[in-house]
Each structure stands twice: as C-alpha cells, then as structure tokens.
C-alpha cells in the first residue's frame, strides 16, 4: 500500500510559476512510476507527466513540454512538478499516482495509487 499526499497548489498569475509535491508513506516508494495527472472542471483526467523509478527517465504531455518538470526524491519519499509559464488552461485539480511497470503511462486506469488532489488556479 502506497499513500500519497499532494501539496503546492494555489493561485498565481499567468506566467509564474508553482511547484507540487507529493509525499508517500511506506518504504517501496523507489519501486513506483510516479505521474501527475490533472482534471479541469467538466473534462477527463489527463496525464501531465511521470518520472521512472530512480528518476532518469521522464515523460511529459505535449501541452506541458518544456514549461513543467518532474522530479523525485527516493530518500524523502517525495515526487515534484515543477510548473512554469503557467497558463489559464492550466487550472486543474492536480493529483499525483504510482504504478509498477513503465508503460501505459497515459492511462489513468493503469494506475494503482492515488492522492487526493490539490487545486492550481492560473489567472489571466
């Protein structure tokens, strides 16, 4: 069993920044895929980004390329999203998840645990 625990989230101006992070209970946390996810009013939950187990590969949705990174940190049980440049079609609730495998990282039901989500609001 993995718990997660977002935090980070409030309002900013378009073009600031804010950063996310997600804290995990338990001891196997380096055994997990961690991805962000987000959810707008009214629309599905789409994927953001994952970080593989030790942190070397990541992957990102073309909507956040080169503005968001993700990171983690195993000896604190922690995932980051660091989000830059931000735009009004970035308000969302963002939650954070794991899973086991490497792949299938853009389908919210491939993931086994999940936080309770924190509220970005970007304003124009």
């Known amino acids: 069993q993995v718990q997660l625990v977002e935090s980070g989230g409030g309002l900013v101006q378009a073009g600031g920044s804010l950063r996310l992070s997600c804290a995990a209970s338990g001891r196997t946390f380096s055994k997990y895929v961690m991805g962000w996810f987000r959810q707008a009013p009214g629309k599905e939950r789409d994927f953001v980004a994952a970080v593989s187990w030790a942190g070397v590969t990541t992957r990102y949705a073309d909507s956040v390329k080169g503005r968001f990174t993700i990171s983690r940190d195993n000896a604190q049980n922690t995932v980051f999203l660091q989000m830059n440049s931000l735009k009004p079609e970035d308000t969302a609730v963002y939650y954070c998840?794991?899973?086991?495998?490497?792949?299938?990282?853009?389908?919210?039901?491939?993931?086994?645990?999940w936080g309770q989500g924190t509220q970005v609001t970007v304003s124009s």
């Open positions: 998840a794991a899973k086991s495998p490497w792949s299938d990282l853009y389908d919210s039901r491939e993931y086994d645990y």
